[in-house]
């Protein structure tokens, strides 16, 4: 299983940046985007089942999207409207387990990650 994360960036605020992680060697119960800012532990982002349904953390809903391209095999994370509180490095993950739903924004829940990709936002 590999999990590639691309897209990072530095933007001002306000601007846009699309995350992609290109995953390998399955299919999974659900995808997540996780965050972790210097000195801050990991914190969940959005999640997206196999079946397509969305879940996301209050502070970026409506700003962030998470999507994805089965033909691709790859999950996609929309952010608009970008603020310097967004400033992290981004990973994404992915799980099998059957109870995915039950566990999606608990970061210890993915059994397989990729590596991070730095999102700065200046203000």
């Known amino acids: 299983v590999q999990l590639q994360a691309s897209g990072g960036g530095l933007v001002q605020t306000g601007n846009s940046l699309r995350l992609s992680c290109v995953t390998s060697?399955?299919?999974?119960?659900?995808y997540g985007w996780f965050r972790q800012a210097p000195e801050k532990e990991r914190e969940f982002v959005a999640a997206?089942?196999?079946?397509?349904?969305?879940y996301y953390r209050d502070s970026v809903k409506g700003r962030f999207t998470i999507s994805r391209d089965n033909a691709k095999n790859t999950v996609y994370l929309q952010m608009d409207s970008l603020k310097p509180e967004d400033t992290a490095t981004y990973y994404c993950?992915?799980?099998?387990?059957?109870?995915?739903?039950?566990?999606?924004?608990?970061?210890?829940?993915?059994?397989?990650w990729g590596q991070g990709t730095q999102v700065t936002v200046s203000s």
């Open positions: 993950a992915a799980d099998r387990r059957s109870d995915w739903y039950g566990y999606f924004s608990e970061a210890e829940s993915y059994a397989y």
């Open positions: 060697g399955g299919t999974f119960s659900g």
């Open positions: 997206i089942s196999r079946s397509g349904r969305s």
